[in-house]
């Protein structure tokens, strides 16, 4: 790919100067692979360079498998995006029923549920966190100071939304807020629906026809496949010093929000599913018409700024009329894998990933919006 110097020159600048550990780059074009570069290591202590094989936490990208497998249910005729929630679970309570009542799944989709931000994602990876020494370090987040029972199961999710005093922040379809919440309640409509656990049917109807080996969500595969080291960092009077962490974070009651493990070619090779209409290398994930639906800005929530249920695009309506584009963009606050962007054209995708701790400095020039995993 001609004239990436320059950008190679910065990028490397950019990782040392804010403490990045490693950083992991590829472009596809027409399906075929442009670019493909690390920066930095995936192991430092070793030396061990990054490569397209290397596993990383995606984290929320994890949301835009979720809103397929609801799509593949829709097409299957097993449930329609436009169901009300309570259709599929009958037994979640809020403390406002009666907005409840009018929530669908497409609003959970495209984060326009009415449900404020709350902590239920915290107590859902709270074991996690338990035995993560590096938590006390996420003073942003207050992780260590979260009394209370962890969130293990679906039916430990529902008691604790229920108990919750909150109000919604207006009716459904009417205001936008980024919800963990959202996407926990599809991960359970999935199972529910196909009848499978939500990580079964991932692997089994998306994963699996998709060829994408090296992508799963079982923690214990970890070791089997060449994956990244885990580095968090503290600010010291000496200043950031960045650290190995050993814990790799998990909500199993939630993982529908935020916890496969990917890689450089995975990625890319999924977003061919947006790119070919439905197909990877021949086989169909989803119809056109439900990759069009998923693309389609359903929601403006800033100015020119478009919400649509592929994860937290950002699809601008000039550069949608052009050449149907979107890209993801996605911060972490609180975990190592923090800077994940796509960017999708009518012919390209790029994948973009590191293995630190999201800290403001490390976004430096990239034009990413900082928002909660």
């Known amino acids: 790919m001609k004239n990436m110097s320059e950008f190679e020159v910065y990028a490397k600048k950019l990782v040392e100067e804010n403490h990045i550990p490693g950083v992991g780059v590829g472009i596809n074009e027409n399906g075929e692979r442009l670019y493909e570069k690390g920066f930095g290591y995936r192991d430092v202590e070793n030396g061990l360079e990054v490569t397209p094989e290397t596993i990383f936490g995606i984290a929320s990208m994890t949301k835009s498998f979720t809103c397929v497998a609801i799509m593949q249910l829709q097409e299957a005729g097993e449930l329609s995006v436009h169901d009300k929630i309570l259709e599929h679970l009958p037994e979640f309570r809020s403390a406002d029923m009666e907005q409840t009542k009018k929530i669908t799944i497409h609003h959970l989709m495209t984060h326009t549920a009415g449900i404020p931000p709350i902590s239920t ?43 919750l005093n909150f109000q919604p922040l207006g009716s459904p379809g009417t205001s936008f807020s980024y919800s963990n919440d959202s996407y926990g309640l599809l991960g359970v409509i999935i199972s529910q629906v196909s009848g499978q656990a939500y990580e079964d049917y991932v692997t089994e109807h998306i994963l699996k026809p998709a060829k994408l080996d090296r992508t799963f969500f079982d923690l214990d595969k970890l070791d089997s496949f060449e994956n990244t080291k885990l580095y968090a960092s503290k600010t010291t009077e000496e200043g950031i010093t960045v650290y190995p962490t050993e814990i790799w974070w998990d909500a199993p009651a939630m993982r529908a929000a935020g916890y496969l493990k990917s890689t450089i070619n995975d990625i890319l090779r999924y977003l061919e599913i947006f790119r070919n209409e439905g197909l990877v290398d021949g086989v169909r994930i989803l119809s056109g018409e439900s990759v069009a639906q998923m693309l389609y800005p359903h929601f403006e929530y800033n100015n020119g700024i478009y919400y649509t249920r592929l994860l937290r695009e950002y699809a601008y309506r000039t550069r949608w009329r052009l050449e149907r584009s979107f890209f993801v963009d996605v911060y972490s606050s609180g975990k190592r894998f923090d800077w994940r962007r796509v960017i999708q054209f009518s012919k390209c995708s790029i994948w973009q990933i590191t293995n630190g701790r999201a800290k403001r400095t490390w976004r430096k020039g990239s034009g990413c919006r900082a928002c909660q995993f």
Request: proline fraction near 2%.
């Open 121 to 163: 994602h915290v107590y859902a990876r709270k074991r996690s966190i338990d035995q993560d020494p590096s938590a006390k370090d996420y003073l942003d987040l207050d992780l260590v100071n979260n009394t209370g029972s962890a969130i293990d199961t679906y039916e430990d999710m529902f008691d604790f939304i229920a108990e």
